[in-house]
C-alpha cells in the first residue's frame, strides 16, 4: 500500500469507528435476526392461516352439498310416504317431513362442528330462501293436504315436486361452483407457500452470507495477510453493526502489532538483558545464600561476603562495618579497595558522622557523597562536609551506596559500596542490595546464636563438673585436710600411735580421690555416636564390676524403639553413673541390677540391696546432695521423668522413664 492509501483507509477506519459508535440500535446483528424472523414468521402463519381457511370451508361447503343434495331425496321420500298412506300403510309423511326441516334449518343456520355452512355468496343464499320458501308455502301446504284427502293420488304434491327437485339442483350447482372457486384459491395458495418458502429462503441465505459469512471472510483474509507479516492491511468498515466494531478492533490490533513489530528487536534486547540480570542476580543470590551458610569466622565470612558483592555491582572500594551494642558506634570488621588512612582513621566512629551509618532497618539502602541527583546524603547537608565524608571524597570517591545489615528488624551493621565514578543503581539493584544485608544478617545472627549456645552449653558442663567435684573431690580433700590437721598436733606432741593412726586413713583418702578424679574425667570425656549406648552401659557395668565387691546383674533390651540420639545418650549414661558411684559409695550392697529397656519409652532402672536412705532427709538438704541434684538436672535436660525410691535398710531403686514424645531422632 502507499502512504496515501494507508491514510486514507485510517481516515475510512476513523470515521466508520465514529459513525459505528453512533450507530442507532436497529444496526445491531441481533435486531436484524429478530426483524427477519418475526417477518418470515408472520408471511409464513399468514399463509397457513389462509389455507386453513380455505380448507374449513370447503369442508363446509361440501357438507352443505350433501344436505342440499338430500333435500331432493328427503322430497320424493315425503312423495313415497303419501302414497304408501293412500295404501293404507303406516303414515311416514310426518317424520319424513320433520326431516326435510331439519335439513333446512341446519342449512340455514349451520354447524361449525361438522362443520356445515352455506358459502357467504349472496346468490347462493337467496337460491337457499327460494327453495326453503317453496318448500314452507307450496310444497309442504300441498303435502299435508294430499295426506287429508281421502283418497285418490297426490297429484298436488306430485305436481309441485319437479319444481322444488330443479331449485335444489340449482342450489347444488351454485354450492359446488363455490367450492371449485375455494379449490381454485386453496391450490394457488399452496403454490404461493412453496414459492415464498423458496424465495425467503434464499433471502434469507443471501443475507446470512452478507451479514455474517462476507464479513467473516474478510476477516480471514485479512488474518491471512497478517500472517504474511503484511502489518499495513486495513479492512474497510462498511457495516455499522458487531462485525463493524470487530473490524474496528482488528484495525486497531494491526495498527499496534504493526507498532510493536517495529520495535520489536529493540524490545527483545531490553527484556534479554532484563533477564540476563535478573538471572545474574539469582546466581548471585543463590550462591550467596549457599556460602554464608558454610562454617567460619565472621571476619572471614564479611570479607568473601563483601568481595562477591564488590564484584556484583563493580565497585571500587567497600566496607563492612558492625554496630557496637555497647555505645552504637560503627566498628570497622572488614574493608576492601580502601585506602589505609581512611581504615585507620574509621575504625570507630558514631554512626551519625557519615553516610555508612545512614541506613537502618527501616530505611534500608541510602545513597551518599553525590551519587544521586535528589537522592538522600546521609546527615544532610551537613554530611557533605563531614570529615568522614571529605575523607573519601579526597580519596576520590564520589559515589557511595551503603546497605544495612538486618536480622529480625534488627541493624547489625552497614557495608558500603564506593566508586570513583558517578553511579546509578537500578530499582532491582537496591532490593539486591537489601536482599543481601538480610542474608548476611542472617548469617552473622546465625553465628552469634552458636556462639551463645556453646557458651551455655560450656556453663551448664561446668556448673555439672563443679557439682561432681564439690560431691566427690571437695569432700574427701576436706576429709584430708582436717587429717593434716590432726597428723600436725600429733607430730607435734610426739604422739607416734596417734600418727600410725592418722597415716593409713590419709593414705585411703588419697587413694579414694584419686580414684574420683579418674571417674569424673572418665565420665566427662565420654563420647557417644548413635547405637554406642549398649557398648557405653557395658563398659560401665564393667568398671563398677572392678571397683565393687557387689554383684551387678544386666538386663538391657532393645525392643520396637528407636535408638536415642548422642546427646540424650550421652545423659542417660550419665545418670547410669550417677547412680552406679552413689550405689558404691554408699548403699554397701550386695546386689545391683540394672534394666535397660528401649521400647516406644526408653526406661533405665538401677537397684540395689542396701542400706538404703530417708528420703525426707534427702529432701530437706535441697541441693546440697550433689549426686541426686546432677540427676535430676540432667533428667530435666532430657525432658524425662525420674524417681528415687528408698527407705532405710530397704535398699535403693532410681527410674529414668524417657516419653515417646520426648526422644529426639538419632
Known sequence: MTPSSDSATASAASAASAAAQEAPFPNRLSTRIVVLSTVALALVLAMISGTLWLSWQLEGGGAAINDAGSLRMRANAVAIALWEARTGKPSQVDAQMRQLDETLRELRDGDPARPLFLPTDAGIHAQFERVAAAWNHTLKPA??????????????????????????????????????????????????????????????????????????????????????????????????????????????MVAELQALYQDLAGRVDAKTAQLAAQNRELATLYEMAAFLNTPGPA??????????????????????????????????LVSEGMPESITRAEQCMPAADCACGGATAEAPVVFGLMAQPGARAAGGESGLSGAFTQRCLKAGFVSVAVSAIVAQNETLGTFSLHFRREREIAPSGVQLLQTLGRHLGVALMNRRLVALGRQLAVSEERNLVAQGLHDSIAQGLS??????????????????????????????????????????????????????????????????????????????????GPPL??????????????????????AEALHVQVSVVNARDFRLTIEDDG???????????????????????????????????SAPGRGARVELVLPAASRMAA
Open 611 to 645: 542400706v538404703g536412705y530417708d528420703p525426707a532427709d534427702i529432701a530437706s538438704r535441697g541441693e546440697s546432695h550433689v549426686g541426686f541434684h546432677i540427676m535430676h538436672e540432667r533428667a530435666r535436660r532430657l525432658a524425662a521423668v525420674l524417681t528415687l525410691q
Open 299 to 332: 571476619e572471614s565470612l564479611c570479607h568473601d561476603f563483601l568481595t562477591r558483592v564488590m564484584r556484583e555491582f563493580d565497585a571500587d572500594g567497600g566496607t563492612v562495618r558492625v554496630v557496637s551494642p555497647d555505645d552504637g558506634n560503627l566498628h570497622l
Open 143 to 252: 303435502a299435508l293436504s294430499d295426506l287429508a284427502a281421502s283418497g285418490g293420488e297426490p297429484s298436488t304434491y306430485i305436481g309441485l315436486l319437479s319444481g322444488f327437485v330443479d331449485d335444489a339442483n340449482r342450489l347444488v350447482s351454485l354450492i359446488e361452483r363455490e367450492n371449485a372457486r375455494k379449490t381454485a384459491w386453496l391450490r394457488i395458495s399452496q403454490v404461493a407457500l412453496a414459492a415464498l418458502s423458496c424465495v425467503g429462503t434464499m433471502a434469507i441465505v443471501y443475507l446470512l452470507y452478507q451479514w455474517f459469512v462476507a464479513p467473516v471472510q474478510r476477516l480471514q483474509d485479512g488474518l491471512a495477510r497478517i500472517e504474511a507479516r503484511e502489518f499495513d492491511t486495513r479492512l474497510p468498515v462498511e457495516t455499522y453493526d458487531e462485525f463493524g466494531h470487530l473490524t474496528q478492533g482488528f484495525n486497531r
Open 479 to 560: 576429709f584430708l585436710k582436717m587429717q593434716v590437721h590432726l597428723l600436725d598436733g600429733a607430730a607435734g606432741r610426739g604422739d607416734l600411735d596417734e600418727i600410725r593412726e592418722i597415716v593409713p586413713l590419709l593414705a585411703g583418702g588419697v587413694e579414694e580421690s584419686y580414684d574420683d578424679v579418674r571417674e569424673l574425667l572418665l565420665n566427662f570425656r565420654t563420647k557417644l555416636g548413635p547405637g554406642k549406648l549398649r557398648l557405653a552401659v557395658e563398659d560401665t557395668v564393667a568398671r563398677f564390676r572392678r571397683q565393687s565387691d557387689a554383684e551387678l546383674t544386666l538386663d538391657y533390651r532393645d525392643e520396637d
Open 565 to 586: 540420639p548422642p546427646d540424650q545418650q550421652l545423659q542417660v549414661l550419665f545418670v547410669l553413673q550417677e547412680a552406679l558411684s552413689n550405689a558404691r559409695k554408699h
